[in-house]
C-alpha cells in the first residue's frame, strides 16, 4: 500500500504563490499516475492535475494556467506549483491515483486570505 504524505500548504495573501509536495513510500508510485486534488468544505473533491510516469500533464480548467505539476521518480515526489493563488483556492489539497485508490494521506492545508 502506498502512503502519502503531503506538505507545503500554509496561508498567504491573494496573488502570492504555493509548491506543494506530495511524497510516496513505495516505488509504485513511479510507475503510476499522480494527481493532486483538493477539497473544500462542503463541496466534492475535485482532481486538479495529473502527471503520467512519463510527464505527460493534464490540469483542470479552475485553475486556470496557475499551477505547473511536476514529478521527481527517483525521489518519489509529485510537486504541485500553484501561482496567484485567490481565495477560493482555499482547500484541503491530497494528491493519489487519479482513481484515488490510494488511502488518502492528511493533506495539506491552504488558506489564502488577506
Known amino acids: 500500500q502506498v502512503q502519502l504524505v503531503e506538505s507545503g500548504g500554509g496561508q498567504v495573501q491573494p496573488g502570492m504563490s504555493l509548491r506543494l509536495s506530495c511524497r510516496a513510500s513505495?516505488?509504485?508510485?513511479?510507475?503510476?499516475?499522480i494527481a493532486w486534488f483538493r477539497q473544500s468544505p462542503g463541496k466534492a473533491r475535485e482532481l486538479l492535475a495529473s502527471i503520467t510516469r512519463n510527464g505527460d500533464t493534464s490540469y483542470a480548467e479552475s485553475l486556470q494556467g496557475r499551477a505547473t505539476i511536476s514529478r521527481d521518480n527517483v525521489k518519489h515526489t509529485v510537486d504541485l506549483q500553484m501561482n496567484d493563488l485567490k481565495p477560493e483556492d482555499t482547500a484541503l489539497y491530497s494528491c493519489?491515483?487519479?482513481?484515488?485508490?490510494?488511502?488518502w494521506g492528511q493533506g495539506t492545508q491552504v488558506i489564502v486570505s488577506s
Open positions: 493519489n491515483h487519479p482513481s484515488g485508490f490510494w488511502r
Open positions: 513505495e516505488s509504485l508510485f513511479t510507475q503510476s499516475t
